[in-house]
Structure formats: C-alpha cells, structure tokens
C-alpha cells in the first residue's frame, strides 16, 4: 500500500494512480464490490483522489491488465466475473524448464494443471523456478502476485528444499492458501495444505499383487527414499510373509540411473537359489534403465518367470519389452486433490487440519 506522508497523499501522478488502484483493489479483495459489479464512475474517483482523468485511465487500465477489472466501453468498468484472487492459481516446477531429465511425476502434474486451466472460470500459471538461490522471471512474477494478492493458491508439487528461502516465506507467510506435497510423516512442516501419495497402501497393494501371482521373493528397485519408506516396505513385507535380501535392494538417484542397467543385469546374473522371483521398479524414472539391463543379463529363463511392477504417473506409461503390471497415481486425481486442499483452506479449516490422501491404482483400474 502507498503510504501517506505527513497525513497528506504525495502528489505526483503515479503516486495517485497507485492510490487509485489500491483503492479498488482492497474494495474487491474485501468483497465489497463483487465479481460482475460496476465501479465507480472515473468522476468520482478523480474527484475522490483529486486527480486528473488520465491517472484514474492509467490505474484502471493496471487493473484491467492484472485481471481484476474489464471495461466494457460506454457501459463502464467492472470487477471481472473471474478476478485472480478467485480464479488464479500457480503450481510451482522445482526446474527451469522440462526436458529429458524432469521427473515424470512433474511433467504428469504440468499436463494436469493444464489441462483443468482450460476450464475458462479458472487459470492456471505453470510457475518454473529451480532450487537455485537466483530467481527465475516466473518466481519475480509469482512473488509480485503474492504480494499484490492475484493468486488465489500456491501448489508447490514438491516441498522446497531448507536453504530455498523465498519459497518458504511465501508458503509461510499466511496470506495466500497453499497446498505441497509431502510425505505422511512430515504433514505439518510448512504452513499449507499437505497432499500425501499414499505410499503405505503403494507397499501393500504391490505385496499382495505379488502373492497372488505366487511370487514371494521380492527385489526393489527404488530412488533415494526417506528412511522409513524402508521401515515400511520391510515391515509389510514381514507381516505378508515377503522374502526380502539385502542385495535385493536397489537405491539409486535418478542423477545416477545411467549405471541402473548395469547393477540390474548382476542382479539377474545371481545363482539360481539366490534369484528373486518378482521386482518392484518403485520409481517410474528408473524402468527404461532397469528393464534394459534385466533384458541385457541373457538370463531368459530367470526373467520369464519374474513378475514385475513397474510405478507409474499416469496417463504416462513406460512401454518396455517385457511384461509388467503398472501401478501408481492418476496424475488428474493429484490435481483434483491439490484443488481439494486449497479449496478447504479458502472455507476456513485450520491449515494443519488440511491433509489430502491419493490412493494408488493398477492401470486396468483407471
């Protein structure tokens, strides 16, 4: 807000335009004027600010450029029927870009978000910022909304890493409903909505897939996960009866996945007795490679009868030669319960409250 200076407005244009157009922005922030409602007249609002007729053209047309306003000629301006506060939303990319390298869980969730954007009532604004100190020209913009209050929610598709400032202040700053997807066992460590992929019932629903193909000796293949992922997969598997080894279990970086098919290929190279009889790729990121080297062991025998599962973001499937099973999440169910998070926030439920479960599917259940 512009500040008065001896209890007196400042005098220049600019100063009066920016009086203007914080003036109509709080009367629609705060309801007072609603979506589809005039305006009042130019007249009265040079006469109110005691300006001239070109400052109060010059703040109506910002408005009208950030969304909040449209004018419609002879008939007069008016809040529009879909204002940013309502309507606008920006789901935050933790990359400058996507290409080979992006998560496909990220590339599922920016075809999401923009595909529901095509609804005409709601925006949605793909916001790529990295997790490099340097803002990005789309955090600069997402910052200035914040602050100007043109974003209805924050989606943070990942949760920003310790030493990513900015991104925390805007999640904890309050003024603005935020939604991020964390584990189960950090719900509540910033000051938003928490989205949780249920990987629990991922775990169980995998092991029991397994045991009702017969199979029970179990090898994973998984990215870096947080410690009690494993606690989970072992005591799941443990209370299902699952063999597990510990040669069976594979933690790979996707950074590092250019070595997977090699470490996939020894694996399938174990004596007999030693050979796991099914595999759990636990990251669709690590398939292609993980595939091509069980492919390249020349172990056929051994490979036809290992059952398979492979994650999986749909509608994004890897397509490999080998036969597997497809389990993971519906990325337009992950969006819909983004959507969920925000939208009990905006009624009114204590943030903490807000948690949002997504439950994994087959891909002959979508």
């Known amino acids: 807000m512009i500040c008065k200076i001896n209890g007196q ?32 007249i130019r007249r009265k609002l040079q006469k109110k600010f005691n300006s001239s007729m070109a400052t109060v053209q010059q703040a109506i047309d910002r408005l009208v450029t ?14 529009s029927s879909n204002p940013p506060h309502l309507n606008q939303f920006a789901v935050v990319i933790a990359a400058d870009r996507l290409d080979d390298s992006t998560p496909l869980f990220w590339k599922t969730m920016v075809d999401a978000f923009s595909e529901m954007g095509q609804d005409p009532r709601m925006k949605m604004k ?17 910052i200035r909304n914040v602050s100007r209050r043109s974003i209805a929610g924050l989606i943070f598709v990942t949760p920003p890493l310790s030493h990513e400032v900015e991104k925390t202040r805007l999640i904890n700053g309050g003024n603005i409903p935020c939604a991020v997807a964390l584990m189960k066992e950090v719900a509540g460590k ?37 410690n009690d992922w494993w606690e989970h997969f072992d005591s799941n598997a443990s209370e299902m009866g699952i063999e597990t080894r510990p040669y069976w279990r594979i933690s790979v970086a996707n950074e590092a996945k250019s070595g997977l098919a090699n470490i996939a290929n020894l694996l399938m190279q174990l004596p007999k007795d030693k050979l796991p009889d099914a595999l759990l790729i ?14 390249s062991s020349g172990n056929s025998a051994a490979v036809s009868r290992l059952k398979i599962i492979s994650h999986c973001n749909f509608p994004y499937k890897i397509h490999a030669p080998l036969p597997m099973k497809y389990l993971g999440y519906d990325s337009r169910q992950v969006a819909r319960a983004f959507m969920r998070v925000l939208e009990r926030q905006r009624k009114g ?15 002959d259940e979508i």
């Open 9 to 40: 407005l400042p005098g220049r244009p600019a100063d009066r335009r920016n009086e203007i157009m914080d003036f109509i922005h709080g009367v629609i922030l705060s309801g007072k004027i609603k979506p589809g409602e005039r305006l009042p």
């Open 66 to 79: 950030e969304g909040f306003v449209e004018s419609r000629g002879v008939g007069g301006t008016f809040v």
């Open 126 to 142: 793909i916001c790529y910022w990295p997790a490099e100190q340097n803002l990005t020209p789309d955090a600069v913009e997402l």
């Open 190 to 226: 910033f000051n938003a909505g928490t989205l949780v992929l249920d990987e629990i019932s991922y775990i169980r629903k995998s092991l029991g897939y397994f045991i009702g193909n017969g199979k029970k000796k179990i090898a994973v293949i998984a990215n870096l996960r947080y």
């Open 282 to 295: 636990a990251d669709d990121n690590l398939a292609k490679s993980a595939v091509e080297g069980i492919i």
């Open 349 to 363: 439920e204590k943030v903490a409250d807000v948690v949002e479960s997504v439950i994994p599917v087959f891909d």
